[in-house]
Structures are given as C-alpha cells and as structure tokens.
C-alpha cells in the first residue's frame, strides 16, 4: 500500500498506555473481542517483556497491529496471536504486508515455524495464509491451528570440485597448471557463481529482517534467477526490473521461465512503458 510505514515497538519507544490503547482499538477488531478475554493493562506489561509488536502507519494514523512471539528458542517455533486492521484498509493488501514483515522477523529471531489459529468461519484470513504459505495442521470445534515453515540457508559452506584436466592442455598445446572450478554443480538457485553470492545478499536480507528483494537484470541474468529461485524457496517476496531491448523477441525459456515459475513480481522495460506480470 502507498505511503504505509511499518513499525516494530523498538522504533516507535511504545509503553504500557499506548499499548493498552492499541490492544483496546484492534484487538476488540477480533471476532472474540480481546478487551472481553484477558486483563489488557497485564497482558500489554507481558507484550513489552516477552513479543514483538508491529504497527502499520500512515501519517499519523494506526491502521494496523501485529504481535509475534518469536522467542521459543526450545521449540524455534514463533506465534502470531494478532492480526488486526482497520475496516476501511482491509482487502487492500496491508494484511501480506504485515505478515511478510513478521515472517521476515521470526526468521531473523533463529524461528523455524510460525503458527498461528483462525476460526473456522474466518474464510478471509484463511485464504489470505494459505496464500502466504501457511497450512492447516490441526483443527477444533472453533477454530484451525495454521503452520509455516521458515526455509533456512545452509549454514556451512558449499564446495564444488576443481578439476584438471591434462587432454584439454595437450589438445590445446598448453604448458599450464589449469583446473576449473566447477560452481555450476553449486546445487543452490540453479548453481553458477551467482548462486554462490546470492546466498551471502540473502543471510544479510534476513539478519536485516527485510522481507522483500528487489534487482534487475537481462532476460538470462543468472543472478536474476538466481535471486528468484531462492527469494521463493525462502519465502521471501522479490521483485525484478528486466530490461527488454526494443524490437528483438525473446523467447520464455531458461532463466527468464525460471524467474516467472517462481512466482516472483516481474517488472519489464518495454518500448511503451513498465508493464507488470
């Protein structure tokens, strides 16, 4: 959404009043009112300790409220137990942001799953986690308990072989030491040496806590690609400007199919303009 700014509680400075106001305004938003459920001025005083706590901003205005716990380093499994936007911002796409910006969190915090429960008859909030990845795992009378799983980067580091090889040296009459480093088996995003450095972008991306990658590149940029695979592997939204030279025809095939099977935003330079597909 244009001109929304989201904002974690250690950027905003929030207190136990100002959170008391936001629980009271969103979370009584809820189909069971929090106000009706729990002591909201404890239950703020137990936020501040132990969750973190995003809003959505426009000017001055709070249009919507997030909380994740994101500090069960037994199970590395975070909860998300509020969700919440004004009525007049919601269908507007403020919901994926929210929730990308939490997943982003959790991933930075060492989680491995998020979870998360929505009422049966909540069909809207269903279909807006399944289209972020979450899927149902157990269900009640009341209510579905929902789990995404935070893909992770190899923590070690990934070797692939140097090879010599002396009947390419004869062949060429070559009196040199020659062995080639094969990283097209780097068995990340479609291997090349871009895959390799896409990895070390993307370990910065996530201890940033940035959710969305966004770069550009030809039609057959292997660093595109690259990019692309892993961005949805990882669950990471991305974001690519191709660059599309008047005049010739370029044929969806290779990395240029590969970016648009990783259901990716591409955005392409053509003669008449951006076009978005």
Same mark, same amino acid.
Not at 103 to 113: D, F, I, K
């Given at each position: 959404?244009?001109?929304?700014? =989201?904002?974690?509680?250690?950027?905003?400075?929030?207190?136990?009043?100002?959170?008391? #106001?936001? &629980?009271?305004?969103?979370?009584?938003? &809820?189909?069971?009112?929090?106000? %009706?459920?729990?002591?909201?001025?404890? @239950?703020?005083?137990? $936020?501040?300790?132990?969750?973190?706590?995003?809003?959505?901003?426009?000017?001055?205005?709070?249009?919507?409220?997030?909380?994740? @716990?994101?500090? /069960? !380093?037994?199970?590395?499994?975070?909860?998300?137990?509020? *969700?919440?936007? +004004?009525?007049?911002?919601?269908?507007?796409?403020?919901?994926?942001?929210?929730?990308?910006?939490?997943?982003?969190?959790?991933?930075?915090?060492?989680?491995?799953?998020?979870? *998360?429960?929505?009422?049966?008859?909540?069909?809207?909030?269903? +279909?807006?986690?399944?289209?972020?990845?979450?899927?149902?795992?157990?269900?009640?009378?009341?209510?579905?308990? !929902?789990? @995404?799983?935070?893909?992770?980067?190899?923590?070690?580091? =990934?070797?692939?072989? =140097?090879?010599?090889?002396?009947?390419?040296?004869?062949? $060429?009459? $070559?009196?040199?030491?020659?062995?080639?480093?094969?990283?097209?088996?780097?068995? !990340?995003?479609?291997?090349?040496?871009?895959?390799?450095?896409?990895?070390?972008?993307?370990?910065?991306?996530?201890?940033?806590? @940035?959710?969305? &990658?966004?770069?550009? %590149?030809?039609?057959?940029?292997?660093?595109?690609?690259? #990019?692309?695979?892993?961005?949805?592997?990882?669950?990471?939204?991305?974001?690519?400007?191709?660059?599309?030279?008047?005049?010739?025809?370029?044929?969806?095939?290779? /990395?240029? &199919? *590969?970016?648009? *099977? #990783?259901? =990716?935003?591409?955005?392409? /330079?053509?003669? /008449?303009?951006?076009?978005?597909?």
């Amino acid at each position: 959404m244009k001109d929304v700014s =989201i904002k974690w509680n250690k950027e905003i400075g929030l207190d136990q009043d100002s959170l008391v #106001s936001l &629980l009271q305004t969103f979370g009584d938003l &809820l189909p069971n009112p929090l106000s %009706g459920r729990v002591d909201l001025c404890a @239950y703020a005083a137990k $936020l501040l300790d132990k969750a973190e706590i995003a809003v959505a901003v426009v000017g001055e205005k709070t249009i919507g409220f997030l909380l994740l @716990y994101a500090n /069960n !380093m037994r199970t590395c499994r975070a909860h998300l137990p509020i *969700l919440s936007i +004004q009525p007049s911002y919601q269908g507007k796409g403020l919901g994926k942001v929210l929730m990308a910006r939490a997943l982003a969190c959790a991933r930075q915090r060492g989680m491995r799953e998020v979870e *998360l429960e929505v009422n049966r008859d909540n069909e809207q909030d269903q +279909q807006l986690y399944l289209s972020l990845g979450f899927r149902f795992v157990q269900s009640s009378t009341e209510q579905y308990k !929902m789990l @995404y799983s935070l893909a992770e980067l190899p923590s070690r580091a =990934i070797k692939t072989p =140097i090879e010599v090889h002396p009947r390419l040296l004869r062949e $060429l009459d $070559l009196n040199i030491d020659l062995r080639i480093k094969r990283d097209d088996l780097y068995p !990340m995003s479609g291997g090349g040496i871009k895959a390799r450095k896409i990895k070390y972008i993307m370990r910065d991306l996530i201890s940033g806590e @940035y959710d969305l &990658l966004v770069t550009n %590149g030809s039609p057959q940029s292997n660093h595109v690609r690259a #990019s692309a695979v892993l961005s949805a592997q990882l669950g990471i939204r991305c974001h690519l400007v191709i660059v599309l030279e008047p005049g010739i025809r370029y044929p969806d095939i290779g /990395n240029l &199919l *590969l970016m648009r *099977l #990783s259901s =990716i935003v591409l955005r392409i /330079n053509l003669p /008449n303009g951006w076009t978005v597909q």
